[in-house]
């Protein structure tokens, strides 16, 4: 599946909506995360790409492994 800017956002974890963000043009399923309820993580959430702020972020890329990919973030 891909995902548009737009499209991506609807994915907020909020209600019944599960949480996806972007990273690096895939788009993962954090909703399982024990760090994501409500779509929050710390400052950041659910529905964006998370690509540039994974820069400052005090863990590497590998955090990723951990939830599925789902889709192509292509915005």
Known sequence: M??????????????????????NGKVYDVSGGPNWDGGGHYEHLAGQDLTEVMQDAPHGDEVM???????????
């Open 2 to 23: 891909k995902f548009t800017g737009e499209e991506l956002a609807k994915y907020d974890g909020m209600g019944e909506n599960p949480a996806y963000v972007a990273y």
């Open 65 to 75: 492994d951990d939830y599925p990919v789902v889709g192509d973030f292509v915005d």
